[in-house]
């Protein structure tokens, strides 16, 4: 069969769905075996996603639409479906950086097993906010 | 002839069971509506869940496999024949084993109850078979965190099971829903199929992170259509009740007024009869 030349997206977390079946160009997802760039026809894969930002490009030259994933999980199939599945996931003008600040210096007082997730999915918003300035 | 008072005993109560069922039926209307929003939105979250294990399409090569099904019920009853179907369901699959390979077919076979209907129901029938019990469900429509607090029971249950099913009722419309099953499997299972190795670096660790975050994903898609079937089911059931009971009023009614004018005759006919004997 021929490669497919198109990427289908579904994004979806448990209370909404963001995405559903649409066709995009690319997206940018951050794995945690490190960030990376899905094309149409990439390889099968399976890969759990740490808190940063998703990227959706709908089509080439466009601009991208920025979410911050809490985590997750990004499958891509061999026909060329790609499933975004997020715990969370808002996108990113959402967020005020000097809330998210200030929730950052809360998590880390304390080294919980809870307040340490906090405290890292807080790092993750302060830096995604403060690259996208 | 039936006593005047027990008949108005009977119809006051059956008026009170008729105003009761009328509005447990505004309730669960309500809820229902809620439900099927919730649902809306889950379904693309259950369908991307179940693709990877579609495409992968996994086949247990053992002659009897350790098995496992989970009943997603609730606490709840007066709904209908919700519970009961997934409970006919599962005797039915665990009876045609023992038909077909004797009683000791199904001791590789455990049930997970989730909700209160199937314990009792399980209880009953199978209480070897029961491995674990969740309740107080059904009250507050379900959550992520619900599910996921049923998919670490099931994981972390030590009962090494090879292939599991999820049993829920798929919502179809408000009058009809449908017993479905889904399947689970376990990780030596995923990791041993010839599809799952055309994904790239997939290692132990990655499979097992996703196969837990998908059992709770499919859990908690399972548990919102099944609630969503509940309360339209619950909503219908309350709203024959209010209408047998409507028609129960209206006989009684007839039959209490017979009765009064029989009651009044036959005083008349007292008085006349004693007046005439004068």
Same mark, same amino acid.
Do not use: W
């Given at each position: 069969?021929?490669?497919?030349?198109?990427?289908?997206?579904?994004?979806?977390?448990?209370?909404?769905? /963001?995405?559903?079946?649409?066709? /995009? $160009?690319?997206?940018?997802?951050?794995? &945690?075996?490190?960030?990376?760039?899905?094309?149409?026809?990439?390889?099968?894969?399976?890969?759990?996603? =740490?808190?940063? /930002? &998703?990227?959706?490009?709908?089509?080439?030259?466009? =601009?991208?639409? =920025?979410?911050?994933?809490?985590?997750?999980?990004?499958?891509?199939?061999?026909?060329?479906?790609?499933? /975004?599945?997020? &715990?969370?996931?808002?996108?990113?003008?959402? $967020?005020?950086?000097?809330?998210?600040?200030?929730?950052?210096?809360?998590?880390?007082?304390?080294?919980?097993?809870?307040?340490?997730?906090?405290?890292?999915?807080?790092?993750?918003? &302060?830096?995604?906010?403060?690259?996208? =300035? | 002839?039936?006593?005047?008072?027990?008949?108005?005993?009977?119809?006051?109560?059956?008026?009170?069971?008729?105003?009761?069922?009328?509005?447990?039926?505004?309730? @669960?209307?309500?809820?229902?509506?809620?439900?099927?929003?919730? #649902?809306?939105?889950? %379904?693309?979250?259950?369908?991307?869940?179940?693709?990877?294990?579609?495409?992968?399409?996994?086949?247990?090569?053992?002659?009897?496999?350790?098995?496992?099904?989970?009943?997603?019920? @609730?606490? %709840?009853?007066?709904?209908?024949?919700?519970?009961?179907?997934?409970?006919?369901?599962? %005797?039915?699959?665990?009876?045609?084993?023992?038909?077909?390979?004797?009683?000791?077919?199904?001791?590789?076979?455990?049930?997970?109850?989730?909700?209160?209907? @199937?314990?009792?129901?399980?209880?009953?029938?199978?209480?070897?078979?029961?491995?674990? *019990?969740?309740?107080?469900?059904? %009250?507050?429509?379900?959550?992520?965190?619900?599910?996921?607090? *049923?998919?670490?029971?099931? #994981?972390?249950?030590?009962?090494?099971?090879?292939?599991?099913?999820? #049993?829920?009722?798929?919502?179809?419309?408000?009058? @009809?829903?449908?017993?479905?099953?889904?399947?689970?499997?376990?990780?030596? #299972?995923?990791? !041993?199929?010839?599809?799952?190795?055309?994904?790239?670096?997939?290692?132990?660790?990655? *499979?097992?992170?996703?196969?837990?975050?998908?059992?709770?994903?499919?859990?908690?898609?399972?548990?919102?259509?099944?609630?969503?079937?509940?309360?339209? !089911?619950?909503?219908?059931?309350?709203?024959?009740?209010?209408?047998?009971?409507?028609?129960?009023?209206?006989?009684?009614?007839?039959?209490?007024?017979?009765?009064?004018?029989?009651?009044?005759?036959?005083?008349?006919?007292?008085?006349?009869?004693?007046?005439?004997?004068?």
């Amino acid at each position: 069969a021929a490669a497919p030349t198109s990427l289908t997206l579904n994004f979806a977390v448990p209370h909404a769905t /963001i995405h559903r079946n649409a066709t /995009i $160009f690319q997206a940018n997802v951050p794995a &945690v075996s490190g960030d990376m760039g899905i094309l149409a026809a990439h390889v099968p894969l399976v890969d759990q996603l =740490k808190p940063g /930002i &998703v990227e959706i490009v709908q089509s080439a030259g466009a =601009k991208a639409e =920025k979410y911050f994933v809490s985590g997750g999980f990004v499958t891509v199939t061999p026909d060329s479906i790609i499933n /975004i599945s997020a &715990v969370e996931a808002a996108p990113l003008e959402h $967020f005020d950086l000097e809330t998210a600040k200030r929730n950052l210096d809360e998590a880390q007082r304390s080294d919980s097993p809870v307040n340490r997730i906090e405290a890292e999915i807080y790092q993750a918003l &302060v830096t995604a906010l403060t690259q996208s =300035k | 002839m039936p006593n005047l008072k027990l008949i108005a005993m009977r119809l006051k109560s059956v008026t009170n069971i008729q105003k009761i069922t009328q509005s447990m039926k505004m309730v @669960s209307a309500a809820k229902f509506a809620k439900a099927e929003r919730d #649902l809306k939105a889950a %379904r693309p979250l259950g369908i991307a869940a179940q693709q990877f294990y579609k495409s992968a399409d996994i086949q247990s090569d053992k002659e009897q496999p350790k098995e496992i099904f989970v009943a997603l019920t @609730s606490d %709840r009853g007066l709904a209908g024949a919700v519970h009961s179907n997934i409970n006919k369901n599962i %005797r039915a699959q665990l009876e045609a084993k023992i038909a077909a390979g004797g009683p000791s077919a199904i001791d590789n076979c455990k049930i997970i109850c989730v909700g209160d209907k @199937s314990r009792a129901f399980f209880s009953r029938f199978f209480p070897k078979q029961i491995l674990m *019990v969740g309740n107080e469900i059904g %009250r507050l429509p379900p959550t992520f965190n619900d599910a996921s607090k *049923v998919a670490n029971a099931i #994981l972390s249950s030590g009962y090494d099971y090879d292939t599991g099913k999820l #049993l829920f009722n798929y919502y179809k419309s408000v009058v @009809s829903n449908e017993t479905t099953e889904l399947p689970i499997y376990s990780q030596e #299972l995923v990791l !041993s199929s010839e599809n799952v190795s055309v994904y790239d670096s997939l290692d132990a660790d990655v *499979v097992q992170s996703y196969m837990e975050y998908s059992l709770a994903s499919l859990i908690y898609y399972c548990m919102k259509e099944g609630a969503t079937s509940e309360q339209s !089911s619950r909503m219908s059931a309350m709203d024959n009740s209010s209408k047998n009971a409507g028609e129960m009023i209206d006989k009684l009614r007839i039959t209490f007024n017979r009765t009064r004018q029989a009651v009044i005759t036959g005083e008349l006919i007292e008085i006349i009869s004693g007046a005439a004997a004068l």
